[in-house]
């Protein structure tokens, strides 16, 4: 059939070439692609430029505010660094005070006893002197009763006499004093 046409298209007389578009439909191609050019530069790469700024806008502030969030973030941090070792530092200084008190409350407990054993043993030994000298007065007492009663038994006549009898009965403790002391220095 395409043999046929051509046939027919040849017989006519016509010298055109069918790979090749008619002068009007050429023009008015032109036209119609100049036309969609303009509308598509004057409405369409405007709108389009202004979404891809807008797009490209909020791109870089999304990136400015990641990387302000995170230079907040890294303040953040080196702040909270500077803290624990602050706080690090701090604990360690009550450690040290806690340690230092409880040393001092020990050698403060340490010196109380050691006050208290002291008062104590003082409290102790004038007991004992006191003691001691109840017990001395009283055995002398009766030391002398017992030396004046045996002395009276020995020599045969009463020793009534308060004055002798008390004269009596120190100089017998004196000398009894005397020996003691002569026996405890050997």
Not at 83 to 106: D, H, K, N, S, V
């Amino acid at each position: 059939m395409a043999a046929t046409i051509t046939l027919l298209a040849a017989a006519e007389g016509e010298t055109h070439n069918p790979l090749v578009p008619a002068t009007y439909d050429i023009v008015w191609s032109i036209v119609c692609l100049v036309v969609v050019g303009f509308v598509f530069w004057k409405f369409v790469l405007p709108m389009f430029q202004k979404v891809l700024a807008d797009r490209t806008e909020q791109i870089e502030g999304g990136i400015k505010k990641a990387e302000e969030a995170q230079a907040e973030a890294k303040d953040a941090l080196e702040q909270y660094r500077a803290q624990l070792a602050e706080a690090r530092t701090e604990a360690a200084q009550i450690r040290e005070e806690a340690r230092t008190q409880g040393q001092q409350i020990i050698a403060d407990m340490k010196v109380q006893a050691q006050e208290e054993s002291d008062r104590i043993v003082a409290a102790g030994h004038s007991q004992l002197v006191a003691q001691r000298q109840q017990i001395v007065a009283e055995l002398r007492s009766d030391l002398g009763k017992t030396a004046v009663d045996l002395a009276e038994k020995v020599i045969g006549e009463s020793l009534a006499d308060d004055v002798k009898r008390a004269g009596t009965v120190d100089r017998f403790l004196n000398e009894l004093d005397a020996v003691s002391a002569d026996s405890a220095r050997k």
